[in-house]
T-cell receptor
Framework: EAQVTQNPRYLITVTGKKLTVTCSQNMNHEYMSWYRQDPGLGLRQIYYSMNVEVTDKGDVPEGYKVSRKEKRNFPLILESPSPNQTSLYFC????????????FGPGTRLTVL | AQSVSQHNHHVILSEAASLELGCNYSYGGTVNLFWYVQYPGQHLQLLLKYFSGDPLVKGIKGFEAEFIKSKFSFNLRKPSVQWSDTAEYFCAVNGGNAGNMLTFGGGTRLMVKP
């Protein structure tokens, strides 16, 4: 089944404790992206990647890192999480950036205490 | 930067009522437009998209949207809603001065009363 998977689905952590949220897609998509969803603000793009070893900042990159060492994986790293990073995070992938539907993962609900 | 506005934050309708959700974007150049839906507890799914051609786009589940370039709008419509349409709806845009970045509106929560 074609899908985007994220792990973990739920995470409660404390300020300053490094964490990684994994994202993997099995559709051989070139384009991958991370969003955060906050009430009333919709989804805001954190980082995106056009292909392996190519990443770019989105709208709200501060406090986040990403890497794209393999085509299928695009982990999101929070080196020193803070409470304002409490949010619902979605990973997405598509065959290309412009003209293709983005397929979304199930989401990761992160709480930083 | 590109911005997308969805003016209706919450909409409550009875079954069989007609639906129109507004979406306006800020950039006047060539853009690609999308509507996504998020059913309760689920991830986002594409409803429809517009890249070029006929400005009236038909999507899944009886939804359609009309691109009006002069108004920078891409409103979503459905002639007769069902209880199962209860969800949050997001308009999104890429292209223009935002380049590859997909910019979402703030979302509209639709509740359909049976």
């Amino acid at each position: 089944e074609a899908q985007v998977t994220q792990n973990p689905r739920y995470l409660i952590t404390v300020t300053g404790k490094k964490l990684t949220v994994t994202c993997s897609q099995n559709m051989n998509h070139e384009y991958m992206s991370w969003y955060r969803q906050d009430p009333g603000l919709g989804l805001r793009q954190i980082y995106y990647s056009m292909n392996v070893e190519v990443t770019d900042k989105g709208d709200v990159p501060e406090g986040y890192k990403v890497s794209r060492k393999e085509k299928r994986n695009f982990p999101l790293i929070l080196e020193s999480p803070s409470p304002n990073q409490t949010s619902l995070y979605f990973c997405a992938s598509s065959a290309g950036a412009y003209y293709n539907e983005q397929f979304f993962g199930p989401g990761t609900r992160l709480t930083v205490l | 930067a590109q911005s997308v506005s969805q003016h209706n934050h919450h909409v409550i309708l009875s079954e069989a009522a007609s639906l129109e959700l507004g979406c306006n974007y800020s950039y006047g150049g060539t853009v690609n437009l999308f509507w996504y839906v998020q059913y309760p507890g689920q991830h986002l799914q594409l409803l429809l998209k517009y890249f070029s051609g006929d400005p009236l786009v038909k999507g899944i589940k009886g939804f359609e949207a009309e691109f009006i370039k002069s108004k920078f709008s891409f409103n979503l419509r459905k002639p007769s809603v069902q209880w199962s349409d209860t969800a949050e709806y997001f308009c999104a845009v890429n292209g223009g001065n935002a380049g590859n970045m997909l910019t979402f509106g703030g979302g509209t929560r639709l509740m359909v009363k049976p």
